[in-house]
């Protein structure tokens, strides 16, 4: 029998935003796949229909804090699998990753500075750059032999200027998995523009 968490589902038809939308936004029908939204189509794990369902089940639907033992399980995770010491009170919740990221953007900068992005990447990054009225800095992905790589060159001339710099790894759209080199020049950069 097929496990539970490898079950395929067929959401046409539920108003799901990856298929149904195809129709309502794209006018696009059965020949297109909808690659263009990070959705899945697999069942749900059962331990999170249940919590859910269990947390239905008491009729509250008030506004609630994000739970101390949320916050502890986040920190315990980063130390567990990283060795990072995560205080948990710094652990804060955010309900998607455009929100987070605007949230990032209008506590760590000011109106006129610099972000540094890599186009091509995921459309919100230069949306909520641009809407918060920071300077948009590009520092384009460069394609070589088929795969997208960081321009170096460019990178450094962006960050130099750069209040902050917006990380997109796994890399959307181009699916890139920086490596630790990579990552590491990135860091390098970082602790000698931040030390000058």
Same mark, same amino acid.
């Given at each position: #029998?097929?496990?539970?968490?490898?079950?395929?589902?067929?959401?046409?038809?539920?108003?799901s935003?990856?298929?149904?939308?195809?129709? %309502?936004?794209? *006018?696009?029908?059965?020949? =297109?796949?909808?690659?263009?939204?990070a959705?899945?189509?697999? %069942?749900?794990?059962?331990?999170?229909?249940e919590?859910?369902?269990? %947390?239905?089940?008491?009729?509250?639907?008030?506004?609630?804090?994000?739970?101390?033992?949320?916050?502890?399980?986040?920190?315990?995770?980063y130390?567990?699998? &990283?060795?990072?010491k995560?205080?948990?009170? &710094?652990?804060?919740?955010?309900?998607? =990753?455009?929100?987070?990221?605007? &949230?990032?953007?209008?506590?760590?900068?000011?109106?006129?500075?610099?972000?540094?992005?890599?186009?091509? =990447?995921?459309?919100?990054?230069?949306?909520?750059?641009?809407?918060?009225? %920071?300077?948009?800095?590009?520092?384009?992905?460069?394609q070589?032999?088929?795969?997208?790589? #960081?321009?170096?060159?460019?990178?450094?001339?962006? #960050?130099?200027?750069?209040?902050?710099?917006?990380?997109?790894? /796994? *890399?959307? /759209?181009?699916?890139?998995?920086?490596?630790? =080199?990579?990552?590491?020049?990135?860091v390098?950069? &970082?602790?000698? #523009?931040?030390?000058?």
């Amino acid at each position: #029998m097929k496990s539970i968490l490898h079950q395929s589902l067929d959401r046409t038809g539920t108003d799901s935003v990856k298929w149904d939308g195809l129709d %309502r936004w794209f *006018h696009l029908k059965d020949d =297109v796949l909808p690659l263009w939204v990070a959705d899945i189509d697999i %069942r749900t794990a059962p331990s999170i229909s249940e919590a859910l369902t269990a %947390r239905a089940a008491t009729g509250e639907f008030g506004y609630t804090l994000f739970s101390r033992d949320a916050q502890a399980a986040v920190s315990s995770w980063y130390e567990r699998r &990283h060795k990072l010491k995560v205080d948990a009170d &710094h652990v804060l919740f955010s309900n998607g =990753v455009v929100p987070g990221l605007t &949230h990032i953007v209008e506590a760590l900068t000011e109106e006129g500075d610099g972000i540094v992005i890599q186009s091509p =990447v995921y459309p919100p990054f230069h949306e909520l750059v641009t809407g918060l009225k %920071r300077e948009l800095l590009d520092a384009p992905l460069r394609q070589s032999d088929g795969r997208y790589e #960081m321009d170096f060159d460019v990178l450094e001339i962006q #960050m130099r200027k750069a209040k902050l710099f917006l990380l997109c790894s /796994p *890399h959307n /759209p181009v699916g890139r998995v920086w490596t630790e =080199v990579e990552l590491k020049q990135v860091v390098d950069w &970082h602790v000698v #523009m931040t030390s000058s």
